[in-house]
C-alpha cells in the first residue's frame, strides 16, 4: 500500500488518432542555423550573377542607370547576407525578395 505522501505517477497521454504517424506526414523543418546558411548562400550566388549581369549590360551599353539599378540590387544582397548573419532572415527574405523584384521592374521599365 502507499502512503498519502507517495505520489502516484502520472500515466502518459494516449495518442490522438489524428496525429500524423507515418514518415510521409512527418514534416522536416529547417533549423536557424540551417536557414541562415541558406539564405546567405542564396543571396551569395544572387550577388555573383548580378555582378556577371552588370558587365555583360555594361558592354551592351555604358550607362550610370544601368551601373545605379545593379549596384543597389548587389548591395541589396550584402545587406542581405548581414542580416542573415546577425539572426533576421525573415526580413533577410522579404527584403530580398522584394528588393529583386524592384531591381527586374527597374531593369524592365528603366534600361532600354
Known sequence: MST???????????????APTT???LRTELTPRQARLLRITVASALLLTL????AIRLAERTSVLVVGVYGLAMI???????????????????????????????????LP
Open 23 to 25: 514518415p510521409d506526414s
Open 76 to 110: 541589396l544582397c550584402g545587406v542581405v547576407i548581414e542580416l542573415s548573419r546577425h539572426g533576421r532572415t525573415r526580413l533577410s527574405t522579404w527584403l530580398l525578395t522584394g528588393g529583386l523584384l524592384a531591381a527586374l521592374a527597374a531593369d524592365w521599365l528603366l
Open 51 to 54: 555582378a556577371t549581369l552588370l
Open 4 to 18: 498519502p505522501d507517495e505520489a502516484a505517477p502520472t500515466p502518459l497521454p494516449a495518442p490522438t488518432p489524428d
